[in-house]
């Protein structure tokens, strides 16, 4: 099955690295897509698994914020996925 997960958060707490624990679960069995909008520190920190695909689309607060979500829903809506 093809998952694609959606991140938003650059800080490392409790409910990111529960995201990438569920990530690296369904990574056993399926090909898990992650995608992280305002970069990925927490990925990083939770040692997210080798065979999970990440794409990153950080941005600052502001105006650059708008043009990196479009790219992400764009970068979204190409993939073939099932959940």
């Known amino acids: 099955m093809q ?5 938003n958060g650059e800080g490392i707490g ?3 690295l529960q995201f ?5 679960q369904l990574g056993l069995g399926h090909d898990v897509t992650l995608v992280c ?8 920190a939770g040692k997210l698994s080798p065979s999970i695909q990440i794409k990153e689309f950080p ?5 650059q914020a708008l043009g990196q979500l ?8 190409r993939l073939e996925y099932d959940v």
């Open 70 to 77: 479009f790219r992400a829903i764009k970068f979204c809506r």
């Open 20 to 24: 990438v624990e569920l990530a690296n």
């Open 59 to 63: 941005y600052p607060s502001g105006s």
């Open 37 to 44: 909008l305002q970069g990925a520190n927490s990925i990083q």
């Open 14 to 16: 409790g409910a990111e």
């Open 3 to 7: 998952i694609l997960m959606i991140m």
